[in-house]
């Protein structure tokens, strides 16, 4: 196959499978997932001799260092907002949410959300994407010795925050 050919290969199989794995990192900025999701295949197109046999955790990797740059341009504009001071606090616009909105599981995230974005991402990359630790290895540009001591150390420090919960008595486990 022509590079041409793989990349639209790896694009038509992988579409979903990287818009999935950007929109859960930009949780609840959807507007960003369909610009940050033609970033991953622009760079994915730039680069189609570079793609791998298994593209997936290979695009996966670029959509990571595209999320990192759309994440700091959100910061960008967010700093540029509150500094002209047209924040959502300033026009009233805020809401409440009452402890009846909690949904089921969310003690799970509030945990996960405690731990440190390497820790979530290599997390997330196993459970969310189903890599094995040789493809979380590709994504993160690490070793799969290297990659397995961060699940498992991530998975650890996972676990402690649960049990620290627990015994706060505000986990729903």
């Given at each position: ?99 009846e909105a909690a949904a089921p599981g ?68």
């Open positions: 196959m022509s590079n041409d050919e793989d990349f639209a290969a790896a694009y038509r199989e992988h579409y979903w499978a990287v818009s999935r794995y950007v929109a859960r990192r930009l949780d609840g900025r959807n507007g960003e997932v369909e610009e940050v999701v033609a970033e991953v295949f622009t760079v994915a197109w730039r680069r189609r001799a570079d793609l791998p046999a298994v593209p997936l955790p290979w695009l996966y990797g670029v959509a990571r260092n595209c999320l990192a740059n759309a994440v700091r341009g959100y910061g960008r504009r967010r700093r540029l907002v509150d500094r002209l001071g047209n924040d959502e606090a300033a026009h009233g616009r805020q809401v409440e949410v009452g402890p969310d003690w799970v995230h509030e945990a996960l959300a405690r731990l440190s974005p390497a820790d979530q991402e290599v997390l997330r990359l196993t459970a969310w994407e189903e890599l094995g630790v040789d493809e979380v290895a590709v994504v993160l540009g690490c070793g799969a010795r290297a990659a397995a001591m961060r699940l498992h150390r991530a998975r650890r420090r996972l676990r402690a925050e649960i049990d620290r919960r627990a015994v706060l008595g505000g986990a729903g486990c």
